[in-house]
């Protein structure tokens, strides 16, 4: 996987004019409250671009500047128009009380599709995902996972230039998530622009291009190899929590602790040196911000007031939850 703008782990200066779809300089306010801060994106065709974060890191904000819903209070946006738009919102956008038929019919026909070309397009889709079998269940009575799966066959139904996902795999079952990526993968095959919001890292990885944020601005972007690369010093892995300052920079993972130590900080007996992948990337770029905003007081270990072991919010398969840029339910997630 190439990568678009490759960029330093804490974000960079100068923004990128966008390369085909996508966003630069944004910024969106609700009140007082910064959701997104000097966000840049770029959506090239036929490639997948995830958009990682978690609770209130901007990402919904995002999704909806790029799908037309919202206009920033500056900044530039690009896209082909609603007509050549795709959106999933965070619900699955889907018509409870219409069929899966009626749902896929109703969609298209507003893009302009022949009940033929709708008919068509949709078989493929519904008989690999396994919709096929229900075609006259109401919509509201389908599992979570297969109203996903229909809520983005119909986003993409018309062939889209740009499809704008958010969080489609949240929430459901490994069959289903597998499915949904299948269907992913098609439309990027087909030269869609894809943008995906995710708050698992191990989906981020799949993608050709990844932005993380976090309270509403950059914390990395590029390839995650890029990523992964520009982590600063080294990761250790230790059985124990490390004592003093290093203790501010370590976070439990799979049962084991990792350390991150920046270039020339002492070695940690007992502790061996790993290579980093982008969960460790992004948790060294979330404390490296961290440390910055608030310098480490000397002697001062991981734990909060309340005395509980800080673990960055990082989990596997996860991201650091920030929650600084509001709630999901109030259109900043």
Known sequence: MTGRRPAPLTGSSA?????GWGVAGVFVSYGKTVALGDVSLAA???QVTAVVGGDGAGKSTLLRCLAGLISPASGEVRTPGAARIGYLPGSSGIYPDLTVTE???????AYGMAPAQIRARAAEFLDRTGLADVPDRMAGQLSGGMRQKLGVIAAMLHQPDLLVLDEPTTGVDPVSRSDLWWLIARAAAAGTAVVLATSYLD??????TVLV???GRELAAGTPAQIVAAVPGVILVSPVRPAGPAAQRAWRRSGEWRIWMPRDSPSIRSAQQVQPDLQDAV????LARELRLQPPVAGADSRGQDGAVRDCGVRDGGVRDSGSAGQDGG???
Do not use: S
């Not at 923004?15 to 390369?19: A, F, N, V």
């Not at 948790?283 to 979330?286: E, G, L």
């Open 283 to 286: 948790t060294v770029a979330a």
């Open 103 to 109: 749902n896929l019919e109703f969609r298209a026909a």
């Open 331 to 333: 259109g900043q997630g």
């Open 15 to 19: 923004r990128p004019e966008p390369q």
């Open 203 to 208: 989906e981020a990885e799949r993608a050709a």
């Open 44 to 46: 090239a065709a036929g």
């Open 213 to 215: 944020l976090d309270g």
